[in-house]
């Protein structure tokens, strides 16, 4: 009976023991299982996250395209603003030149017809005859469109010398001249020197050592820009601060913005040949000589009448340089004038054109 129950506990063992096994992987596996609601509750917070998020996106979308449509009206808005600001810039130069050829042609008619005429890419050029009560002389009307048309020349390009306008206008191939700046005679190393008055610019350098005494003597000619430039200068930056590109000295100033300037006592009233720098309001340039000392043909002017006579052309600063004998008028291989000397008198320097 022993062996009986010995035999039947080995032959239940087995299947007690996966019964016992059983049991503790359904207790583990109840421990270790999520609670059910608790997933629901997390499926159902990440759906509302993911909407939200959904929502969020579309709102940038639309935020996104009114950015674009606005970025696009103002495209459009700025488009019309700079066609306009060019249809205005436009008309701007329309009217500025509009006003400039009134201009042009209001000065034409003070000049009247000319008699001689030159253009090309560098300058314009148009001369007219002067004839009034007791004088007579030429008249040139330049527009500079490169400034290196202008030029200040040297007597046989060496400082000392003397040289006819006629012949430093050959010898340089300009087609306008005029007598320049001043000068007397003196000695250097015991030879004669011919010096110029006061200073003289050249290509942007003062030629001799600054100068200016009691006489009051003005600089004038033309800046890099191709301005008519001018002052009486009492220091060597009064000249330098003008931007000189050429220019020459004498006296006195006759206008200065379109009002008289007061001369100088001795030079008021007589009557000689002259020989003029200025400008008109419009940057053209002016060259004069009146002839003079010369009976029925012209008594010459005096300044003070010249003053008049060349506000009357509306012209706007102006220079009066050497005169006399000096004032000589070349065009195109011609000295058009009647130098008073009766033949042109030789000098220090001279303003030429170039073609």
């Avoid at 029925?296 to 220079?319: F, H, I, M, P, T």
Wanted: proline content about 4%; overall charge negative.
């Amino acid at each position: 009976m022993g062996k009986i129950n010995i035999f039947i506990f080995f032959l239940v063992a087995p299947f007690l023991a996966l019964m016992l096994v059983s049991m503790d992987f359904i207790e583990a596996s109840s421990a270790l299982s999520l609670p059910l609601e608790d997933i629901q509750t997390d499926i159902k917070g990440l759906h509302e996250v993911t909407e939200n998020f959904h929502e969020d996106i579309v709102s940038l979308e639309n935020q996104i395209y009114k950015f674009h449509e606005v970025a696009k009206d103002q495209r459009e808005t700025f488009n019309k603003q700079g066609d306009k600001i060019t249809e205005l810039s436009d008309l701007s130069d329309k009217q500025k030149a509009f006003s400039e050829d009134i201009y042009e042609k209001k000065i034409l008619e003070m000049l009247g017809p000319a008699i001689k005429a030159h253009i090309s890419d560098k300058v314009e050029i148009k001369i007219f005859e002067l004839e009034e009560l007791g004088y007579r002389g030429y008249i040139a009307k330049v527009k500079l469109f490169d400034p290196s048309a202008f030029k200040v020349a040297i007597a046989k390009d060496e400082l000392g010398q003397v040289e006819t306008v006629s012949s430093m206008a050959e010898r340089n191939n300009a087609i306008l001249a005029i007598n320049g700046g001043g000068f007397f005679s003196t000695e250097k190393n015991g030879e004669k020197y011919v010096k110029m008055t006061a200073n003289t610019v050249v290509d942007g350098k003062l030629l001799e050592p600054f100068y200016q005494d009691g006489e009051n003597f003005f600089f004038a000619g033309i800046n890099k820009e191709g301005q008519v430039i001018g002052n009486v200068p009492r220091k060597l930056e009064d000249i330098l601060n003008l931007d000189p590109y050429q220019g020459v000295s004498f006296v006195p100033m006759l206008l200065k913005d379109g009002n008289k300037i007061p001369l100088p006592e001795p030079w008021k009233e007589t009557n000689h040949p002259r020989t003029i720098l200025g400008s008109y309001g419009n940057g053209d340039l002016i060259m004069i000589v009146i002839d003079g000392r010369q009976g029925k043909w012209s008594n010459g002017v005096s300044l003070e009448r010249l003053q008049d006579k060349l506000l009357e052309l509306g012209v706007k600063d102006a220079y009066n340089l050497d005169g006399g004998g000096s004032s000589s008028f070349y065009y195109n291989g011609e000295v058009l004038n009647r130098p008073s000397d009766g033949r042109e008198r030789p000098v220090v320097n001279s303003i030429l054109i170039y073609p």
